[in-house]
């Protein structure tokens, strides 16, 4: 078992853990950040399987611009609950 | 117990995906595929019988040196006009949700952006924008391409949304811009019908692999979706920060 392949095992182990995580916690935000670290591993498991367009995408989209929208959406949610 | 259940029905369901997927007549052991039988060693060797040598090879069925590039748009080129179709689509229900017409105002964030937030955003927003446009002009080169290099530039937008309190970008330019590009698209694709012989053909030289200037009008299309991709994004984030106007 070479190196690559022991990295490859912990990234799918490590993502599993923080997708379960993602789905059961409580506090939204907290389900947000944990969903991006899920696609910032997959992008080291597309770059360790030799996929680098997919890698640049799923960095790009995953990690970046859907974290912030969920995070916006996230704000306005809370603000309108306040002004109730 | 709903948990527990869960948890057994991803097992399942993993376990028929490893065992259909496991070294039968479809999907043979990884590296152990006849690719002369398919078709994808055609988009390989890109129909040629001689081996393809970064920056030697001329004139090839397909100039893109980046073989994901030359598989997206031009092998499977209709596909992507789907996915641009689809994204439109998608980019269009959002604003039918979200936009709310005449009177619209930025969404107030109950944060104030301080000195570092606004100082830093301004600073990483040239430098992100450029890896954007890098990475679009040099799609049929490197990985990458116009669909990340569009939402890079998308995200510098963003990071302006984020630094300052009162930004509007300008959206009415953002939207003639995206149906501009999307219609160039089709009329270039539209042009190899009647410049060449068929739907979607590369009618220009190919050059040499490994040339900015190469692969026909490969990088002219993937500078195309660039544009459409980055400004209907960035007009997908201005319908998430505002909202309508208390009357």
């Known amino acids: 078992m070479s190196l690559v392949d022991i990295i490859m095992i912990a990234v799918g182990a490590l993502l599993i853990i923080l997708a379960f995580l993602a789905l059961n916690t409580k506090s939204l935000i907290k389900s947000v950040i944990l969903l991006s670290s899920v696609s910032m591993l997959s992008v080291v498991g597309y770059v360790l399987m030799k996929a680098p367009d997919v890698a640049l995408t799923e960095a790009v989209i995953g990690s970046g611009l859907v974290t912030a929208l969920f995070v916006f959406t996230l704000l306005s949610l809370t603000k309108k609950e306040e002004s109730k | ?33 006849q690719v002369v039988n398919r078709v994808s060693d055609h988009y390989i060797t890109k129909g040629s019988t001689q081996p393809i040598i970064w920056g030697e090879t001329t004139d090839a069925e397909d100039g893109a040196a980046n073989i994901v590039t030359s598989i997206v748009v031009n092998y499977r080129s209709f596909d992507t006009l789907g996915e641009v179709t689809v994204l439109f689509v998608s980019a269009m229900g959002v604003a039918l949700l979200l936009s709310s017409g005449r009177t619209s105002k930025r969404l107030a964030l109950n944060f104030k952006p301080n000195f570092m937030l606004r100082v830093g955003s301004r600073a990483l927003f040239g430098i992100i924008l450029m890896t954007g446009v890098y990475i679009i002009l040099h799609g049929h080169l490197t990985p990458g391409g116009g669909f990340p290099g569009g939402v890079m530039i998308a995200s510098s937008v963003l990071l302006l949304y984020l630094a300052d309190d009162e930004f509007r970008s300008k959206i009415k330019g953002f939207k003639v811009l995206e149906g501009v590009a999307g219609s160039l698209y089709v009329i270039v694709v539209l042009l190899g019908l009647i410049l060449a012989t068929y739907f979607l053909q590369n009618f220009l030289p190919t050059g040499t692999v490994g040339d900015l200037f190469s692969a026909g009008i490969l990088p002219i299309v993937y500078i195309l979706i660039g544009l459409k991709v980055g400004s209907e994004i960035s007009g997908l984030i201005d319908n998430f920060l505002t909202e309508e106007e208390a009357a």
């Open chain 2, 1 to 33: 117990m709903k948990n527990f259940l869960a948890l057994v029905l991803v097992l399942l369901l993993s376990a028929g995906i490893i065992i259909t997927l496991q070294n039968n007549d479809l999907f043979p052991v990884f590296g152990e595929a």
